[in-house]
């Protein structure tokens, strides 16, 4: 029998308190949450932050994001749910029960694998970019906003979306315009800027705290507190949406290289750690501002870096339905 070896992301640390700034023994963290967010409890009867396998998360009227493997964020509009079917990094699996969600994916980790459900269909990532799910009663909807999404013989490229059967047969691929965007787009893409933004100052704290380098990608504590970040391994990552993540090692052969803030395609950040996400604490605190969810401090981002209205509040559009299909080309 093949001796399969397990998937550990490993690094070596100077000190313990390095230890409690980084995770990534497993996926179905939750990163962030805001309104009314139905999660499991844990013994001491509040929230879990770390899903196990089997268990099921959803939304009311909120948000919510999950780290999956190191690099790869899954996150739901209002009224979704989904159960995370395996949390092991070697093969993570989600599956999608209703709703509205976005994976975005920055790079999928050697030995690692990542995959979508729904009814009895699997939906492999296997490339980077940004792909939009909207679950119905007979077929799911599946939007290659960035990237590209091979399922079953075809490969689904950017600006195209499919619906897929329960009985797994696939729809032509169809244009659809790439600039019609909503609220949960613009919250999703105000979420990778601040994101991707921070992981400057995440990796310029790694390296102050360590004195090694990672030996995998990894996610690491914002200084900021937007939650858990996303390190690259060796080189820095642009993201799908135009954004850097930068790794410890860009940062330390080139020092203020980002300007102290990370820098988006067709600009640069104007203002450093800056937020309207709410704070967040690792002791259990990752409650969004209610005010200001959906948007970014300096604005929400079209698809090609170009500032848009901040979002005031969640998606008010229909679990399900998406503003997308309305302008399709």
Known sequence: MKRVIPLVFVMLVATLALAQDVISARAGFVNYK?????????????????????QTVGTEIGRLELLLVPGSFLRLDNGSEICLVSDRLTDVQVELLSGTATLEVNEIPKQAALAILWRNQTIPAQHSGVFRFEPGDDSMRIYVESGKLKLANQM?????????????????????NRKNIDEFDRWNQARGYQLARSSYS???????RSS???????WYW???G????YLPYRASVMSPWGFY???PRTVYSHPGSAGGGGSAAGGSASTSGSTAFGSFSKGGGLEGSASTAGSAASGSFSKGGASEGA??????????????GSNIK
């Open 311 to 324: 979002a005031s509040s969640p998606s008010s559009a229909p679990a399900g339905s998406s503003s997308k």
């Open 202 to 208: 995440a990796a310029n704290s790694f390296l102050r």
């Open 34 to 54: 805001h309104g009314r967010v139905l999660l499991p409890k844990g013994t001491d009867g509040k929230d879990v932050r770390q899903l196990e396998a089997g």
């Open 156 to 176: 689904v490229k950017a600006g195209h979306y499919v619906d897929l059967a329960g009985g797994g047969t696939l729809t032509t691929a169809l244009r659809f």
């Open 212 to 218: 090694v380098f990672p030996t995998s990608s990894l």
């Open 245 to 247: 993540y930068y790794s």
């Open 226 to 229: 937007l939650g858990y970040t």
């Open 222 to 224: 914002d200084p900021f």
